[in-house]
């Protein structure tokens, strides 16, 4: 099996006929698995799954990330506008769940990465396993 980047879903391996064809095969993501990794990664995993009774998506942890930034930034400028947010932001260093991010003077994420995961298959469940990571 061969996918591009973002199949870091259980779907894509649990709707195959036979789901042990799955076992083995590697994904990219530019999302990190942080449940397995860090004690903050567990934590977020478990309060997702009591506030919404389901695991996180693969970007949930990047989309929390990237609001709890956003919140920072709000609370160290004295009045909340855009134009305000968006230069605090731009000085802003945060260390996330998945990983510290800063913004280039223009406003992209200078932090990228790009995460390699495989499927494991056990008793007709995928698990996936990150087992590499890149900064391009």
Not at 105 to 129: H, M
């Amino acid at each position: 099996l061969m996918s591009g980047d973002g199949s870091d879903e259980p779907a894509y391996i649990t709707d195959l006929s036979n789901v042990s064809d799955g076992s083995g095969v590697y994904v990219t993501c530019a999302c990190s698995t942080v449940g397995s990794t860090t004690a903050a990664g567990k934590a977020f995993i478990n309060e997702y799954r009591k506030l919404f009774k389901s695991n996180p998506g693969a970007y949930a942890p990047e989309s929390y990330d990237a609001a709890n930034m956003e919140f920072t930034a709000m609370t160290k400028i004295p009045k909340v506008t855009r134009k305000a947010i968006t230069a605090e932001l731009k000085k802003l260093t945060y260390k996330g769940i998945t990983k510290v991010i800063k913004s280039s003077s223009t406003g992209d994420v200078t932090s990228k990465s790009i995460y390699v995961s495989q499927e494991v298959v056990a008793n007709g469940k995928g698990t996936l396993s990150q087992i590499a990571s890149t900064t391009p």
